[in-house]
């Protein structure tokens, strides 16, 4: 179904997640009949650039992220582009903006520059008068670097725009097994009694990647896994698999159910964390530098790599362990999500009684879908032997027709238009997320806390191991 027609101004048109994500996530909505013909993109950035040039740079954007397309469809979908050349923090090209934007369709600005320009750019709209409290906004993390930066930068938000105008991204909540997670919880009769300490023995949490910082060194040797990763992806993952059913699937309905998770997270002690930084590999392909090469800071002490266990103080959580972890260059590419379930109290058939346990593992990437292990008989005539085998749902649905599979942006960029907010983060809970995230930063600065070398492609940290060993547990996924 058509989303309504819109004008799109993207501020940072020209830059990295623009040509990375937000064109191709346009053009293949385009291209699915969802984003309408009457619809407008307005690329906005500071260098002088005619709308031919814009379009060839989504040509070759498209080129290179969104391949094999057919011609046809791509001139159609560069004829919805325009640009403007505007500065952010002069006054130049607003009025020329302002004669683009069109009355009567929906309109958002999409703020993909660093967040030290949102304001500037928050006052200029506002100023010029391009905005109405229908018009949205959409900005992309980092959202603050701590707290304080977090609560002035939502306070900024909020002298120009309402909350329900601005879309915070965190483009896991658009993959389409975070959602799934949701309807798994809440549509089945199955899980939802056993969701809780009672049945469930602890939880994990794992996002790991092969890729190294690559170009991006300069913020992310001021970030770290802790402040990129898990103050928002692995957050909000554990929000979804932790809050209590919502109401309704309305927007603040499931925001007010994350926030109080983020609440009721106990602090971390040190010793209850484990931090990575990944060295040199050397192999077939040649040699891969090690972090703190890649990020040109031989002294760095940010980590690329985290590992943790947390407590949620609730009724339902209450001593259940959730283990968190995220890293660069580890083994494989496998953000997923395993509930392990607590043993049989007892066996009937002469086995011990905790070696069988369920396990429900929801695989965001790759390889979309949700495992649940169960245990049965081994099959013939060897007696009453038991053994655990996957039942496995793969979400091949989450193609589409072409075999194009949905892109996080491509679903979050429509909800945007739709004006639906539930996949987006609140103010709120960002900060709260933050003032959880904060003093295990602050305890690592001040105790100049040096991470734990590790080998680039294995599973991390040695120590990670054990954070989970002590209690007989090991982690699911990648070892
Ligand atoms: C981004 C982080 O938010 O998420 C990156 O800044 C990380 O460091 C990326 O690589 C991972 O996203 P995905 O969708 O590839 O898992």
Avoid at 162 to 190: C, P, W
Avoid at 441 to 468: F, Q, T
Wanted: proline share 6%; with cysteine; glycine share 8%.
């Amino acid at each position: 179904i058509p989303v309504d027609p819109f004008d799109l101004v993207i501020f940072g048109g020209t830059g990295d997640l623009a040509r990375r994500k937000i064109l191709p996530a346009l053009f293949h909505r385009f291209h699915a009949g969802q984003m309408p013909a009457e619809a407008r993109v307005i690329g906005a950035a500071r260098g002088e650039m005619s709308t031919e040039d814009f379009r060839a740079f989504a040509a070759e954007a498209l080129d290179e992220f969104a391949p094999g397309q057919d011609r046809v469809w791509v001139d159609e979908f560069l004829q919805r582009l325009d640009y403007v050349t505007v500065d952010a923090r002069g006054e130049d090209g607003w009025g020329d903006l302002g004669e683009k934007l069109r009355p009567d369709v929906v309109r958002a600005f999409y703020f993909s520059v660093a967040p030290a320009l949102f304001a500037d750019i928050a006052e200029r709209l506002s100023q010029h008068g391009l905005t109405d409290a229908t018009s949205r906004i959409v900005v992309e993390k980092p959202f603050g670097k701590n707290l304080e930066t977090a609560r002035a930068l939502n306070r900024t938000m909020a002298s120009y725009f309402d909350e329900s105008q601005i879309y915070r991204i965190d483009h896991y909540l658009g993959k389409e097994t975070v959602q799934n997670l949701m309807a798994i919880r809440f549509g089945n009769m199955l899980f939802e009694p056993l969701w809780n300490s009672q049945f469930v023995d602890h939880i994990q949490i794992t996002v790991a990647e092969t890729v190294g910082v690559g170009g991006r060194g300069e913020y992310y040797d001021t970030s770290g896994a802790m402040r990129d990763m898990v103050q928002n992806h692995l957050m909000q993952l554990l929000c979804l698999i932790a809050m209590e059913p919502p109401a309704k699937f309305d927007p603040d309905a499931v925001r007010d159910e994350k926030l109080k998770v983020i609440r009721a997270l106990d602090p971390v002690p040190p010793h209850h964390i484990v931090r990575g930084q990944y060295e040199e590999l050397e192999d077939d392909e040649g040699r891969h530098p090690s972090y703190r090469e890649a990020v040109g800071n031989p002294r760095s002490r940010t980590e690329s790599y985290v590992a943790l266990r947390t407590t949620i103080s609730n009724w339902r959580w209450a001593g259940t362990p959730f283990y968190l972890r995220t890293g660069k260059r580890l083994k494989a590419r496998s953000s997923v999500i395993n509930v392990m379930f607590k043993p049989m109290p007892h066996s009937i058939f002469g086995t011990e009684a905790g070696e069988h346990q369920n396990t429900l593992s929801i695989r965001l990437q790759p390889n979309e879908g949700i495992t649940l292990g169960v245990t049965i008989k081994e099959p013939g005539p060897g007696g009453m032997r038991l053994i655990d085998v996957p039942l496995d749902m793969t979400f091949a649905e989450a193609l589409g027709p072409d075999g194009h599979h949905a892109d996080a942006y491509e679903r979050l960029i429509m909800d945007v238009i739709r004006g639906n907010q539930t996949l987006f983060m609140r103010g709120d809970e960002v900060e709260a997320a933050w003032a959880w995230t904060d003093p295990i930063i602050e305890g690592w600065e001040s105790r100049n806390d040096v991470p734990k070398g590790y080998a680039s492609g294995s599973a991390g940290p040695a120590d990670a191991e054990l954070l989970l060993r002590r209690n007989g547990r090991e982690w699911r996924g990648i070892n």
